[in-house]
């Protein structure tokens, strides 16, 4: 029996499907909201606009504020500033991952309730109650802020959703792969078999990522067409809803372990990483946690996919591998400070990273 499970199972109302958003008027006025304020982007927000029903709403006075377009400790203080300069009661975040990210902790750092309506699938940023924060000019800051409030409601259309940048549906799914990938040898412990949220966080896990193998193509096939299909929908739940359930319901035995512990390394100290998605420097985080894992099996069964999908599958193919070799030492020094890649249950030291990290550019550059 485990006596250090955390468990935050998700917003507290949920709803994804034409004309969802017109239902939030309900959670403000259960809020008894008079004073909202509107975290937005650019792009997003000029096509999120027409789904906005309650904008119309005369009960509530908006506030409307565009974000910097990271989730940073800057941003953060920006928004507290404005809901108290404005006297602000309810904040709600209409974008993608990092706005969704930094609604959530802005709203905890200044107290208010919050919901979010997501634009695009691309993590599950939207469900869960952490935000990976960023400096301004996008390196990682190296450090996720966790909180215990979580949002009220996560309200979306699936033709606000679908009307987005194909690229990030793919690192999305890229994403939520890692969940299964991260959390597999740590959840299959004995010591865990008894725990029945660690086993829900797993089954999840699991499903997600059987469900994208099986439908992911199509989905996205059909987000390219722009149809509605019923793959669609469900893939992209998945990616921002579903996926979020994992870490949820397991906490850190399921929440994320090496894949994205090199995602932040690399976004911390290889800038040109900068010009690929989380979701695709996770895809390669995901190589390198089979690599440890010494699943190279694993990794052969992935790499037509990852091939369909065009995933990085290491640093030489990404075309970020630096000259510096300091700078993989600083990296894989990042990633052993990380807690949870030490919960898998193998021998992890600063020199088996380093060898796994190279061994995996070798055994890619082979095939």
Known sequence: MIDDLKVKVGPQYYRYAVNAIDEVVNVLDAHKAKTVLVVH??????????????????????????????????????????????????IIGVGGGKLTDLVGYAANVANVPFGVIPTLTSNCAPWTPLSVMYKENGDSEGKTEHFLQQASFFITDPRLVIDSPVEYFVAGIADTLAKWYESDLITSQDFLQSEA??????????????????????????MKKQVLSDEFIQCSEIVFAVAGLVGGLGDKYARNAAAHAIHDGIAKYIHESHKFLHGEKVAYGIFYQLALENKWNVIDELIPYYEELNLPQSLHHMGIYPEDETVIDDVVRFVDSKAKVHLLPIEINFNYLKEKLLELEEYISNK
């Open 41 to 90: 982007g650019t792009i997003s927000w000029k096509k999120a606009k027409k789904f906005l029903t309650f904008l119309d709403s005369e009960k509530y006075r908006f506030v409307f504020h565009q974000y910097t377009g990271e989730c940073s400790y800057y941003g953060t203080d920006l928004i507290v500033d404005k809901v108290k300069i404005e006297n602000c009661d309810f």
């Open 197 to 222: 949220f660690v086993s829900l966080a797993r089954y999840t896990a699991k499903i997600s990522k059987d469900v994208l193998m099986e439908k992911g193509n199509k989905a996205i096939e059909d």
